[in-house]
């Protein structure tokens, strides 16, 4: 079985007055690439059928994201 390289955890920071302690990076690009593709859905009509395939999508930027920190310029 493979290891995912989860880009190592955050420092702790406050982000929107809500504490941030410990969580892999990959989680947190996840998050905020989650964030931007359900923006714009709408949950009733999209929502219940789209959301594996949108989560598995957001792992899919958080690891390209994770590939192009490895990129040395």
């Known amino acids: 079985m ?5 880009g190592s955890s955050l420092s702790p920071v406050t ?11 990959r989680d947190w690009f996840a998050g905020q690439a989650l964030a931007g593709m359900i923006s714009g859905l709408d949950a ?3 929502g ?15 690891d390209a994201m994770l590939r192009a920190r490895e990129v040395k310029p």
């Open 44 to 46: 009733k009509s999209e």
């Open 15 to 25: 982000h929107y007055h809500v504490a941030v302690q410990g969580i892999p990076l």
């Open 48 to 62: 219940s059928q789209a959301i594996k395939p949108i989560a598995e999508a957001a792992y899919d930027f958080a």
């Open 2 to 6: 493979s290891t995912i390289n989860d």
